[in-house]
């Protein structure tokens, strides 16, 4: 009987080992999507930040396309609809603008989520306190 036992014994630890194999293949796994997440939301904010600089020229650039425009309007060299054509252009380059930096707070958002830094309750609860200050605001007007 102590050799049954022992046999019995000694599957139960082979189990019991590849079990723990199993377990720490699976969270090296984990932790390779934890790493490839993170790497990804990093280029995602690198990427988002390059934009900006990029979008900020561009508004720089319409603004004076616009400035120039109006100041041939004034001479008579140029139609009303250039002018209007000029202005279209700044708006359109301040909204890319806008739109690059709020793609680079989401991205930075993501990136310290998938950091664990940030979680959605934390987010949840600044929505909250921005959406009362902004009511507090359009109150006071």
Do not use: W
Not at 71 to 98: C, F, H, I, K, P
Not at 117 to 133: E, N
């Amino acid at each position: 009987m102590n050799f049954t036992l022992g046999l019995a014994t000694l599957g139960a630890t082979k189990t019991a080992n590849a079990q723990v194999h199993l377990a720490s293949l699976q969270a090296e796994a984990e932790l390779d999507q934890i790493r490839a997440a993170v790497v990804s939301a990093q280029q995602t904010c690198l990427a988002a930040a390059k934009r900006i600089p990029l979008a900020s020229q561009q508004v720089a650039a319409a603004d004076e396309a616009l400035r120039l425009v109006q100041s041939n309007l004034r001479a008579g060299t140029m139609l009303a609809l250039d002018g209007l054509q000029a202005q279209a252009a700044a708006a359109q380059a301040r909204v890319a603008y806008a739109t690059a930096i709020i793609r680079y707070d989401q991205a930075e958002i993501g990136l310290l989520s998938t950091l664990g830094i940030v979680d959605p309750q934390t987010i949840a609860a600044v929505r909250q306190a921005s959406a009362q200050k902004n009511a507090a605001s359009v109150a006071q007007r």
